[in-house]
């Protein structure tokens, strides 16, 4: 395929390569564990992503005059970082309750009708009502919603001869949208180091969250510096030439933003396999004891 773009073209092909794999392997894992499981959203992750690429490779193929696929490409990025994210969340909820029977940041149906009964003061009852999962929830969908909207407001636009007014509106939408997904980035690993350090809890899903901190960290900071660095925009159309994107363009976009998300989502669905063996050893653990008890049952029956 000839790509009117072909550093941007490449470099969409190869990840695009990449994400199948991703995907694939997630989705094996799926059908192992079934749908009910934090590997679901990962799977997801990996399908938002090869949707982008493909959007990607579109149009590095037909240029910018077709700038709606790099709508739509953009569009599937804020999906997959979305994903992410809320995955860094529920991987820490999963570890407290792999370890302790129950999470406090993301308590069942039946601990919140508890809560709710058993709520005095104005702080349980609020608790209660909006727990830590439910306010993540309700401030990260947003988030999303203003970065897609400010994305496909920009359809229609001419591309070198924006409407100001839109462009202000557009900035101002993502911004608010990724500097919420920055901070609930920030959130989530915080809340690992606590659930980690103040609680004692020892789990393969919290390592996993440090060790993607670094790499989901430079991807918000990213999100947010590519609104108003000019090397960095997606809609400014100093970044594209007669010859194709600037090579330092592609640069910022794949190593900052694409790569990011592609070590995340990989360290994230290989923590299957650790997650798998805490279990086993966990159930032994519990048989053992379970064992030690009975044979004192039965000791003192003697």
Known sequence: MAFLFPDSGIAASIFLVLFVIYTSFAASIVYENGFKSIYTSLLLFGIFRVCGQFCGIAFAALGYDHYQWLVAYLVFSAEGHFTLILASFHLIANAQVAATGGSWVRPTPEQRREMKANAGTLWEKFNAYFPPSTVFHMLLIPANALIVSGGTIMLGQLPGNYNPQTVAASEGLRTAGQVIFLSQTCVSIGLAFYVHFKEGIRHCNLYSVFLVSPFITVR??????????????????????????????????????????????????????????????????KKDVQDAFNYEDKAEKV
Do not use: P, Q, W
């Open 220 to 285: 918000g900071i990213f999100g947010v510096l590519s609104i108003y660095i000019v090397a960095m925009n997606h809609f400014d159309v100093v970044n594209y030439t007669t010859n194709g994107t600037h090579a330092r363009f592609v640069v910022y976009e794949y190593v900052l933003s694409t790569t990011m998300e592609y070590i995340t989502g990989c360290i994230y669905i290989s923590n299957y396999y650790f997650d798998t063996r805490f279990s086993k050893k966990n159930e032994e653990v």
